[in-house]
């Protein structure tokens, strides 16, 4: 069974860091590219960052120069290190993958940017 688990949300001051992680089980981590995707309320998921199997990383236009994702395969575990946030990054963000046959979501974290 597979599971993918965040943990690290939280309250945040504009301007302030956090880094939320996802640790995945039941899947051969190493072998697919990680995701993170984050949904505020009322607006659509977006596809916040991704990890390749080889470390390669993409990101959306809005958080580049401040998110930096990497993948531990040690431990099965994703990060999202995210920095200057302001309160557009206030959202669930959710762990995903995919393989050839069924994608994988994890129940997300919450990251809340406010004063």
């Given at each position: 069974?597979?599971?993918?688990?965040?943990?690290?949300?939280?309250?945040?001051?504009?301007?302030?860091?956090?880094?939320?992680?996802?640790?995945?089980?039941?899947?051969?981590?190493?072998?697919?590219?990680?995701?993170?995707?984050r949904?505020?309320?009322?607006?659509?998921?977006?596809?916040?960052?991704?990890?390749?199997?080889?470390?390669?990383?993409?990101?959306?236009?809005?958080?580049?120069?401040?998110?930096?994702?990497?993948?531990?395969?040690?431990?099965?575990?994703?990060?999202?290190?995210?920095?200057?946030?302001?309160?557009?990054?206030?959202?669930?963000?959710?762990?995903?993958t995919?393989?050839?046959?069924?994608?994988?979501w994890?129940?997300?974290t919450?990251?809340?940017?406010?004063?």
């Open positions: 069974q597979v599971q993918l688990v965040e943990s690290g949300g939280g309250l945040v001051q504009p301007g302030g860091s956090l880094r939320i992680s996802c640790a995945a089980s039941g899947i051969s981590f190493r072998a697919y590219t990680m995701d993170w995707f949904q505020a309320p009322g607006r659509q998921r977006e596809l916040v960052a991704s990890i390749t199997v080889t470390g390669n990383t993409y990101y959306v236009d809005s958080v580049k120069g401040r998110f930096f994702m990497s993948r531990d395969n040690a431990k099965n575990t994703v990060y999202l290190q995210m920095n200057s946030l302001t309160v557009e990054d206030t959202a669930v963000y959710h762990c995903h995919q393989t050839s046959t069924r994608e994988f994890g129940q997300g919450q990251v809340t940017v406010s004063s």
